[in-house]
């Protein structure tokens, strides 16, 4: 069965510390693969996405994201946190293949909480 | 700027009662989808739609139904709400299957089943 795990449930970082959420996906063929980011009251709204090319993708607010396919992994970085990124962190998939009906499938989320 | 617009920020219903919940996207998106959020376990798909009058189950349809009689609007019916539906629901809308298109979301709505 398809599946996204997040392995990080609650991250707590003080401001400046780098950051890393682990993200594997389970799919049979080639997938696009997101991050999205829920900030408290807030849309939830897309951070970054891999579709194909360099799997080192940028994203916004300087995150990026790195695809390592032998890894079935898309770990989201970024260098160095503010407090504005504590915040709720989603993983997903969706197939790229001929059976795309455009579902995402979801990881369970990571919460991330900066202290100043 | 694509605007998906949810009828209610926050719904307190009884149990037995039945729920409307509206979406309404302004891109003349093909896709549009219903999910659930829960704590820990993330985002489930409820139903999707690709098309006008079309719909299709995802993971969670059970207790749930949909309609999209237009375009733009997408509603979530729940034919008779239960506590176990008390949940944080989310409407998203994505331009059609095959493009390189991301899904784009309401702000969500707090149902509370009592």
């Known amino acids: 069965a398809q599946s996204v795990s997040q392995h990080n449930h609650h991250v707590i970082l003080s401001e400046a510390a780098s950051l890393e959420l682990g993200c594997n996906y389970s799919y049979g063929g080639t997938v696009n693969l997101f991050w999205y980011v829920q900030y408290p009251g807030q849309h939830l709204q897309l951070l970054l996405k891999y579709f194909s090319g360099d799997p080192l993708v940028k994203g916004i607010k300087g995150f990026e994201a790195e695809f390592i396919k032998s890894k079935f992994s898309f770990n989201l970085r970024k260098p160095s946190v503010q407090w504005s990124d504590t915040a709720e962190y989603f993983c997903a998939a969706t197939s790229r293949g001929s059976g795309n009906t455009g579902k995402l499938i979801f990881g369970q989320g990571t919460t991330l909480q900066v202290k100043p | 700027d694509v605007k998906v617009t949810q009828s209610s920020r926050y719904l307190v219903k009884r149990t037995g009662e039945k729920v409307f919940l509206e979406c309404v996207q302004d891109?003349?998106?093909?896709?549009m989808f219903w999910y659930r959020q829960d704590p820990g376990l993330g985002l489930r798909l409820i139903y999707f739609?690709?098309?006008?009058?079309?719909?299709e189950k995802g993971d969670i349809p059970e207790g749930y139904s949909v309609s999209r009689e237009k375009k733009e609007r997408f509603s979530l019916i729940l034919e008779s709400a239960s506590t176990n539906q008390t949940s944080m629901y989310l409407c998203?809308?994505?331009?059609?299957?095959?493009?390189?298109?991301?899904?784009?979301f309401g702000p969500g709505t707090r149902l509370t089943v009592t």
């Open positions: 998203a809308s994505s331009a059609p299957t095959g493009t390189r298109s991301e899904q784009y």
């Open positions: 739609s690709y098309d006008v009058k079309m719909k």
């Open positions: 891109m003349d998106h093909e896709n």
